[in-house]
């Protein structure tokens, strides 16, 4: 393989995808593919957001360069969303980075490529100021890592909007693929004006700061990541004693924390967050978010990082042991796979594990900051199916107690208490020949449960027989053993033989009134013009919660309803049409005497692959705005000259 003879060394804050570009137009090379097969032996001329198959450029790097794999990924932003990838997903992505053998999948680049929160732009943005100096320092401009994040559409360093084009000659800094990149000004830039200096601003710079901040210090991977947020969500009352996350109360409070605004300006929804949020396996969906609820939570994320009280979990994080010895990873390198459930009481957390492969269970306790930490101390709840049929087999082949205790390495009285269970059970178990035994304990368990289903339906029977008007409630309370059993068993016979909890719905009706309330809903959604499109969240953030439970829980049943909220969305076209004077008035206050089309294409990028006939609209509503604030000028000289001529 033959080395390079040079590659160049990065400007500050320089994206990775700048240094390519600068060795493509130092190489001589006329096709970037060219280029990139030279590099990373990628028959491709798109410039990715993170290189694959750098092994292949380290093998080729010139002598004595300093060039390594984390050097490479600290001018991209994998740093930062290494930490929000699961253990699994992470091992692809490493793979494709350093080998790019990872068949057609590009692991790499499907990283932030989210449709609500992507971390970096599609799009590669330049500020005018930026390229102008670069220039004259270094003699060529080149892509700042820092200008490329999707919540940043200014340079933290001149404040002025960032661009994807020149304002004054209309030229694009890069192609399609980013193969063609500026290095040198095309205009003087001289049009461009500062940004307005309010909260929204503050608040991203701030989020940058805590973004960089997190990428240049962070060190832990997502389990000890998530393992933290939980701690401190615990510690804040966002986690009930069952261990479930009150993730609607942590949302609402976000949103009051950051202000609505703010968050809309970084497109963040409350209905976005509602499914996969706080699940540690779709993390990096989030990262943005994670960041703000991080200092939500520490008050910085340097605090979050440095906390030493939120090191670790109660337990840990996965894997956690099985200590049954019949289970096929007792003991062996294989991964258990058991599931942990927190429950926080006062000063103590129980965590109730189960195998997911044999069926132990077991609990643990956490008192106040202390722990076994060698799980040594633990409490058997159930043994589990698999430790189960093992030991009717070897009773059914004819080991007796002591010796199924023995082979099982398990409690004599563990053992003994379930062959006095199948003894009560009066089956003619002798009776199997050795080729049945396996099936021999399903035989067990069904007859067992017969017998109980029958037991409990009978007294379910008689309470029916001594309190014919009795509810279901009240047969709840009164045999809620059996109640229980048989709603997990045998739902169907319990519903066909006692009364409903309540009276069911007339759906017919109640979809003809929900149906008039989205109307409502609607009408109150578009009068009280809000800065973000209407979706179904801000129609059905209008009415009643319960009205909201029951769109949500019969959507089947409510197909009027439906079709009202489904029409009532509006549409991107629609959307971009009546946020127009809003952004009117924003380039007026930001020195623009004509605003025009052009000049909003420029300054929002979401308007640039709108149709022609949007466009027209959008004239049509610009010639009444300039039309208005005529008549409003005109109307204001006409008093002053009627005020001068009376003085």
Known sequence: M????FFPTPYPDEDFRSVVYRYHVRSGNSDFKQTKIELFNLNSEKVSTIPRNISFLLNKMPYGNFYNKEYILALTWFPFLRAFLPEDRLINVNEDIMYGKTGSYNYANRIDIQKHFPLVNKVINYCPICIKEDFEKYGEAYIHL???LSFINFCPLHHVNLIEKCLECGKYFTNKYASSLTIKPCCDYSCIKKVKIDTIFNFKLKLLSEVKYFKQYNRMDSQKLFAKILLLL???NYISNKGVIDKTKLIEDLFEKYHEDCLFSLGIERETLTSKFLNPQYMANFSIIYILLMCYLAGTVENFLKNKDTSSLPFGSEPWPCHNTVCPTYNKKEKPKVNCRRTFLDNTTIGSFTCNICGFKYTRKYYDGISDSDGKKYNVTNMGELWRNKVIKLYLEGSNVRKIAEILNSKHSTVARLVRNLKKTNLAYRECAPTDLPDTSLLVASVSRDKRREKYRAKIMRL????PKITRVAIKKIANKEYSWLYKRDLKWLN????????????AHLDKQLQHKIKEATRSAYNSNPP??????TILRNLDLKDRNQIVSHKEKLPKT?????????TIEEYQIRHVPSIYLQLKSSGYINVTVDSILAFRRSYRKCSNETKK????VLEKLRTSEQKMTNNGLLERSKYLKEE
Do not use: A, M, T
């Open 146 to 148: 820092h200008h490329q």
């Open 496 to 507: 066909d033989n006692i009364p409903p909890v309540r009276e069911r719905l007339n759906f």
């Open 617 to 620: 609209r959008i004239e049509e």
């Open 464 to 467: 029916k027989d001594l309190y």
């Open 532 to 537: 973000s499109r209407i979706r179904k969240g």
């Open 562 to 570: 439906y079709s009202e909220l489904e029409s009532s969305i509006e």
């Open 234 to 236: 615990g510690n804040k």
């Open 2 to 5: 033959n080395k390079l003879l």
